[in-house]
């Protein structure tokens, strides 16, 4: 699998069915994670092996890293959190040697831990494509077992190499924190942006199923949990996780069946999705309309409400149809709505006091709300970005943000894997305009701009920069007709911030990493891997960028960058042409990071609240589950993978600000039993004692990025 772009859960789903099939077909649990082959490794993936059962791990793509040595061979990896697993990166530099003397030799020349252990491992075989070892090779490697002048050589197993190590002074083995970064191949987190598109959205799209469907499984008698379907989704999903497929560095036959596999994990999320009850409404002849909030906390904002995409004429684009909804320029009826975390309820569209404009002073197109402001050139530049009643500006004084930038991305050795550091100098600002801004919407509660650019004569964006009502962040809906030719398409931010560093999102939390090139292992990452947000911030004050399917970033100095589009041409000619269409948005705030909400923020831009017409006349409002503290956030809501259990869930939850926190878990539904357990979902020995408190409560104390999962029965 690839080591970087899937989820959190993805990641747990992998060891989850992994472990489960060994167990069904060899009677064993797994304790090492083989990844010979991937294009880096999350700093989150130490604590997913470990409450996956596993605490030892081998890689080999490590050499292949282009600026820096690795600096060792054998030694502990911490991931984030702490959670550290016994990690081997065999010396012979390669998964494929053929058993030669040179060979043998390379290896123990290279290792780097003499001293503190005596072992490693010499992988062989052709390993790169199948065929594994020969004839040729075992008899090599037998006449090598014990000759004078040469290391002994001992055909072995990971477990029995593992447990040598393990018996030796494993405190003299040195460590290494946070993630494991390929020096190489970071053109990856970009190439076929359709497949990175198709990947976030079907995660978050199983992330709703899940939690709508065990809800619907524990309140309704007559709904079955649609566990075959939900499983074969996911293996779908983890399927196109492998690291040639949704890195994007496969052949176009390979792309062509991935989204045929995304296609169909959609289609049977609808059909599923139509299936799903929703309410505890009894069946009538009457329906309602209602919102669901499938994220953990109450959510205040703008949703458009089905109205059959009627069109809006220039005057009802000014005003509305009422005080509290308002029409836009697509003909979508807009309103404002609260709906309480893990829950729904019926459209009733609220007032809504901190209205937003658009309109033009000067030269200067102008957002703007009670929280926020921000002013546009004709190019669709952002000059300036203000929070409310503060006259910094988060922009640069000298330099534009939401400036499109195109570099030449032609690499030294592989196409769609790489992008090399001297891409940056070819940096070329995109500014021929083919419409000028102009406002779409006035308000009150959304404003916009629309406008034009073009990038070649084949190439060109047009972009919707929209603000909402009560809304934090300015967001920037693009489309891109792309057909260039080893390109590299991005947006640039530079801020008036400064800060040694950037903060990025990652697998149950985030990671921070610099902003300079002091020393070659910060000049190495020019192009780094996150997820849903980025953030550069000074004391007191920051700027985030949000996205919903991008992974790529870079940030040096101020200036903090969104990869976009690339377009190589191998092994895949036709690789990323086309219309592509995706989403990011700008968040300034005061204070840190996560006391602003950006967490929060992201993940909302990224899981929309979504409307639902059900039977029945619905009159309350409904909410599951609650947390009572914003660094906790509960990421996963499904049924227990024991099929005896029908009234027993699984809840995930994860410390997202890196601190210690506690936390009180509520659900509306009768709490029976809680206990904690691993991500195979084993209870935990040394806790197997009820963590229900009080009338159900569930107590939780976190340790600084920490993930807990809860196995939960309810009393129904």
């Given at each position: ?558 200036v903090l960058r969104l990869s976009l589009l690339r377009s190589p041409k191998a092994p895949d000619e036709k690789a990323d042409m086309g219309v592509h269409q995706f989403t990011y948005a700008v968040m300034p705030h005061k204070g840190s990071f996560q006391e602003a909400g ?67 878990l509520t659900s509306s539904l009768p709490v029976k039993t809680a206990h904690r357990c691993n991500a195979l979902e084993e209870i935990i020995e040394d806790t197997h004692k009820s963590v229900a408190g009080i009338e159900g409560d569930i107590h939780l104390t976190f340790q ?13």
């Amino acid at each position: 699998m690839d080591g970087n772009l899937p989820s959190g859960e993805a990641f747990i789903r992998q060891f989850l069915y992994g472990q489960k099939f060994f167990k069904e077909e060899f009677n064993v649990q797994c304790k090492e994670f083989w990844l010979p082959d991937t294009f880096g490794y999350s700093a989150q993936l130490p604590q997913i092996m470990k409450t996956c059962g596993i605490n030892r791990f081998l890689t080999q793509k490590l050499s292949w890293s282009l600026f820096n040595k690795f600096p060792h061979h054998t030694f502990m990896w911490e991931g984030i959190d702490g959670s550290r697993v016994l990690t081997h990166f065999p010396p012979g530099d390669s998964y494929e040697m053929k058993g030669h003397v040179e060979e043998v030799v390379r290896t123990i020349k290279n290792y780097k831990d003499k001293g503190r252990s005596s072992k490693s491992v010499f992988l062989f075989g052709y390993g790169d494509g199948g065929n594994g070892p020969s004839e040729e090779m075992l008899q090599r490697l037998k006449r090598l077992e014990d000759v004078n002048g040469l290391p002994r050589v001992e055909m072995s197993t990971p477990d029995k190499y593992f447990t040598s190590v393990e018996q030796e002074d494993i405190s003299k083995l040195c460590r290494w924190r946070g993630e494991l970064y390929l020096e190489l191949h970071n053109g990856t987190y970009t190439t076929h942006a359709k497949l990175k598109r198709y990947n976030r959205k079907c995660e978050f799209m199983l992330h709703n199923l899940e939690y709508l469907a065990t809800i619907s499984a524990l309140t309704h008698k007559g709904y079955s949990y649609p566990r075959d379907e939900l499983d074969h989704m996911w293996k779908q999903i983890l399927l196109n996780q492998f690291h040639d497929v949704l890195p994007g560095s496969s052949i176009g036959l390979v792309f062509h069946d991935a989204v045929e596999l995304y296609k169909d994990v959609e289609k049977k999320y609808k059909k599923l999705l139509a299936e799903v009850p929703f309410t505890k409404e009894k069946k009538s002849d009457s329906s309602s309309t209602i919102i669901n909030n499938t994220l953990g906390w109450e959510r205040k904002g703008i949703i458009a409400l089905d109205n059959q995409g009627q069109s809006a004429s220039k005057k009802r684009r000014v005003s509305t149809d009422s005080d509290l909804t308002q029409i836009d320029s697509f003909g979508q009826t807009l309103a404002f709505m609260e709906v309480a975390g893990y829950g729904y309820t019926v459209i009733k569209p609220k007032a809504c006091q901190l209205h937003a404009h658009a309109f033009k002073k000067g030269q200067l197109h102008w957002l703007k709300n009670k929280i926020v402001s921000a002013a546009f050139d004709y190019e669709g530049r952002m000059t300036q970005l203000h929070l409310h009643g503060d006259d910094r500006n988060a922009m640069s004084k000298d330099y534009h943000g939401n400036q499109f930038v195109i570099f030449d991305d032609i690499p030294l050795f592989w196409d769609a894997w790489d992008v090399m550091d001297y891409h940056l100098e070819t940096r070329k600002p995109v500014s021929e305009k083919l419409q000028h801004v102009k406002i779409l919407d006035e308000g009150p509660l959304r404003a916009s701009l629309e406008f034009s650019l073009k990038i070649s004569d084949k190439s060109y964006i047009k972009q919707v920069i929209s603000l909402d009502a009560e809304s934090p962040n300015i967001r920037f809906d693009t489309e891109v007709t792309w057909h260039e030719n080893r390109k590299f398409l991005k947006v640039e931010f530079p801020t008036s911030i400064h800060s040694m560093q950037a903060s990025y999102d990652i697998q149950y939390g985030h990671l921070q990493r610099t902003n300079h090139n002091n020393t070659s292992w910060d000049s190495a990452q020019f192009e780094v891997c996150g997820h849903k947000w980025a953030d550069i911030s000074e004391h007191g004050y920051g700027l985030a960028v949000m996205n919903d399917c991008k992974y790529g970033y870079s940030c040096f100095d101020n200036v903090l960058r969104l990869s976009l589009l690339r377009s190589p041409k191998a092994p895949d000619e036709k690789a990323d042409m086309g219309v592509h269409q995706f989403t990011y948005a700008v968040m300034p705030h005061k204070g840190s990071f996560q006391e602003a909400g950006v967490i929060q923020q992201a993940y909302d831009l990224n899981c929309p609240m979504f409307t639902t017409e059900v039977q029945g006349e619905v009159t309350e409002s409904q909410s599951y589950f609650k947390v009572d503290n914003a660094q906790i956030i509960l990421e996963t809501v499904k049924m227990c993978e024991d099929q005896t259990k029908d009234k027993t869930v699984v809840l995930r939850l994860y410390e997202s600000h890196g601190g210690k926190g506690k936390t009180v878990l509520t659900s509306s539904l009768p709490v029976k039993t809680a206990h904690r357990c691993n991500a195979l979902e084993e209870i935990i020995e040394d806790t197997h004692k009820s963590v229900a408190g009080i009338e159900g409560d569930i107590h939780l104390t976190f340790q600084p990025f920490e993930i807990i999962s809860i196995m939960v029965e309810f009393n129904l």
